[in-house]
């Protein structure tokens, strides 16, 4: 069948054609790209900040598609937190989306444009909060107060009007007298009804408004008052809370810094002292808005908390920083930074971990940032074969030793690692492959309900695994200066990648029904091939790692003295310090000083020296303990030492010394403040004669683990903070000895 068609339709169709095409450019093109966007986006998946800004600045897309883009890209992703969390012994990655963010003038400039053309609703109201927050951030008061004044008069319901209100103490905090704050909390109280949410973030401002007026004794009480007032509004919303739920409960946060504000007046009178600083790179340029944190001791162990500090500051054009009102006491600082600041970068840290505000006084606290390490070999996923591996790395400037760092990850993300080898002089050591599968860095349980995964067990005896390798470089007083591994953005600054396969062996019969997680069935496989040969290290090494399965733990000594590492031979010293048994924990005590070429760290220091207080050796037990503090920056160990000394003299002055140069500071468990119960107990023992030999006495019976002598002196004592002293150093060594 012929089809014709006339000149006049053919011309028809083409000018359509021609007229339909740019169309479909200008206005369908940019569509269908705004949806791919957006659904990288929405997935996590980086895209080209580039693309984004021209989809909202240039592409014709729909008015509801560019709203959209705002709210899961300028609301969602480029926030005003960070990406890495830097603090002394702490980096912790925001695993979240990965993609260039814009700046802050950027991100206000989308967000106005958001607050112009959105409906009144949660996300406007939460655009609303960003941008308010960052006019108070820059100092602007007149716009954050009239951008305040526009969402209250817009939003209506109670719901997003309680963030609104917040922001607006937040306002009257900064920007007004303490007069206007109080003021404006009593308007805010009776608002708020039973929001322990609110409650919380209002006690928190409250506080920080009477701090910075130096009237702590009333931030103290109103902390009190604040909650009491939670913990009862938790017990009444707790009556309506379906079972397995539980209600927000702000009272923890609040407790810890009260506890903060009580430590800081025990010191005396309290005057404000200010901290300031510096964050630039080792090239001289600045680290300009970076967020500055300070904590203490009760929230130093935490991770990244974006709205929840009480100091916080971000540096400015120069990377300066301040805090020009700061309580007494002991801070940790920590950064807050971009990817794209850390991008080929590490931040160095200094040996000392805490800086310590005094009254009145100012303290200075710069850091540096250093390029990272860049690696040598083995790289790029080399399969090793050799007994041996050399690894090399370049030189650091300045830096007078390393140390080298293990691991090995699972397909599914999960990595296992932890140091190899420290005080390494020179940029290239090798290591027998042997020390290498003695290392297990620790056992991976998916789910603590469910038994260990096989492969940690195996670890990096497993050929097939995947091993990652890490270098740290230090200053002699033991500064970190910087490491290898980090993030690098650029694909020209990537270069080698840290991983290798060791495949020197091949997984073996007992290997495979490990893998398989037929524990007992692998367990005899690897007995029968050890007891079969004698010289099978592997199989003994194995057998040793499931003596769980089993119920026995028969191989360790063997294991130790066919290997001779060092990490092998404390577990065996350990056991025998667990037990008691003295002779047997010198004599291989001394094998470990052996093999382990003066390494011992804190807390195998820590340990020797209280076997050696417990044998009355209590001048080497003085030297060893002083030895550990100086390579522990928390100080965990100190209660032993300051036991020494109370064994050793008959009085506290010495005891107190230690005590005071040397303050516990761990921050992932709860300390004991040695020099308050010292002094209690000085006082305690005024006018007792016999009051420091019954105090050795109790010691002996804590260090030899005498239970019917302690039970009865308690029983029988008047001396209370003897008690408190002896409760705490009783918790203090059990615990370390397990």
């Known amino acids: 069948m012929k089809i014709k068609l006339k000149v006049k339709h053919l011309l028809i169709t083409i000018v359509v054609l021609l007229t339909v095409t740019p169309l479909l450019f200008i206005f369908i093109k940019p569509q269908i790209e705004y949806v791919i966007t957006d659904y990288k986006i929405r997935n996590g998946k980086p895209v080209e900040k580039s693309q984004v800004v021209y989809l909202l600045d240039e592409a014709k897309i729909l008015k509801g598609s560019k709203l959209a883009l705002i709210r899961n890209y300028v609301m969602e992703y480029s926030h005003a937190g960070y990406d890495v969390l830097v603090g002394p012994h702490m980096y912790q990655v925001n695993n979240g989306y990965e993609g260039e963010k814009l700046s802050e003038e950027e991100r206000l400039e989308y967000l106005q444009f958001y607050l112009e053309e959105a409906p009144i609703d949660g996300y406007y109201t939460e655009a609303a909060k960003l941008a308010i927050q960052y006019y108070i951030r820059v100092g602007n008061e007149e716009k954050s107060e009239q951008l305040i004044n526009e969402t209250l008069n817009k939003v209506s319901e109670n719901y997003y009007l309680d963030e609104v209100y917040l922001e607006q103490l937040k306002w009257y905090v900064t920007f007004r007298s303490l007069e206007e704050v109080e003021h404006y909390i009593k308007s805010l109280e009776s608002k708020i009804e039973a929001n322990n949410y609110m409650l919380g973030e209002m006690a928190k401002l409250e506080a920080k408004a009477y701090i910075a007026e130096g009237k702590y004794e009333v931030a103290l009480s109103k902390l009190s008052d604040r909650i009491r007032q939670s913990d009862e509004m938790v017990a009444e919303l707790e009556k309506d809370i379906e079972e397995g739920f539980e209600a927000y409960t702000p009272g923890d946060e609040l407790r810890t810094l009260e506890a903060s504000l009580k430590k800081s007046f025990n010191n005396g009178e309290l005057v404000v002292g200010s901290i300031a600083g510096r964050i630039v790179r080792s090239d001289g340029s600045p680290v300009v808005g970076a967020v500055v944190m ?26 300066n920083y301040q805090f020009p009102q700061v309580m007494p006491g002991r801070y940790q600082v920590f950064l807050g930074l971009q990817l794209e600041q850390v991008d080929g970068w590490a931040v160095g840290n200094r040996k000392e971990t805490w800086v310590h505000v005094k009254n009145g006084e100012h303290t200075s606290y710069d850091m540096a940032l250093n390029p990272l390490i860049e690696v040598q070999s083995p790289i790029n996923d080399e399969k090793i074969t050799t007994d041996e591996i050399t690894f090399r790395w370049n030189k650091v400037e300045g830096a007078d030793y390393y140390q080298l760092n293990i691991g090995y990850s699972f397909d599914e993300g999960s990595i296992m690692s932890g140091s190899l080898k420290g005080n390494i002089q020179g940029e290239t050591i090798t290591i027998s492959t042997e020390e290498l599968y003695n290392r297990t860095m620790g056992i991976y349980y998916e789910d603590p309900d469910h038994p260990a995964d096989p492969r940690s067990i195996l670890a990096l005896s497993n050929p097939n695994i995947r091993i990652l390798w890490s270098v740290d470089a230090f200053r002699e007083d033991g500064e970190f200066i910087t490491r290898s591994s980090g993030y690098r ?36 496989a690897y007995e029968k091939s050890y007891v079969s040969n004698l010289d099978d290290l592997h199989s003994l090494r194995m057998l040793y790692r499931l003596a769980d399965v089993k119920k026995e733990d028969k191989y360790l000594i063997e294991l130790a003295e066919k290997t001779r590492d060092p990490n092998i031979i404390f577990e065996v010293v350990r056991q025998y310090y667990r037990v008691g048994k003295w002779g047997e924990y010198m004599k291989w005590y001394e094998k470990f000083e052996a093999v382990s070429n003066g390494e011992a760290d804190a807390f195998e220091l820590s340990i020797h020296g209280t076997v050696l207080m417990t044998l009355g050796k209590y001048e080497e037990a003085r030297s060893v303990f002083q030895e550990a503090m100086n390579k522990d920056n928390y100080n965990m160990y100190v209660g032993n030492w300051i036991a020494l000394e109370l064994l050793d003299n008959n009085h506290f002055a010495k005891a107190l010394e230690v005590a005071a140069n040397y303050p516990e500071e761990n921050i992932y468990e709860a300390i004991t403040d040695w020099e308050p119960l010292l002094k209690e107990m000085e006082q305690e023992s005024k006018g007792k004669e016999q009051y420091v030999q019954t105090l050795q006495e109790v010691i002996q019976f804590v260090l030899e683990n005498d239970e019917e002598s302690l039970s009865e002196w308690r029983q029988s004592t008047d001396y209370q903070e003897m008690r408190k002293y002896i409760y705490q150093l009783g918790e203090l060594y059990i615990n370390k000895k397990r």
Do not use: C
């Open 489 to 524: 953005l650029d694909e020209e600054r990537i270069g080698n990648l840290p991983f290798f396969y060791l495949q020197e062996r091949e997984l073996t019969e007992a290997d495979e029904l490990l893998l398989d997680s037929k524990w007992e069935e692998a367990y005899d």
């Open 294 to 319: 300070l904590r203490t001791e009760h929230n130093a162990g935490y991770g990244m908390r974006f709205e929840d500090e009480l100091y916080q500051v971000y540096t400015d054009g120069d990377g």
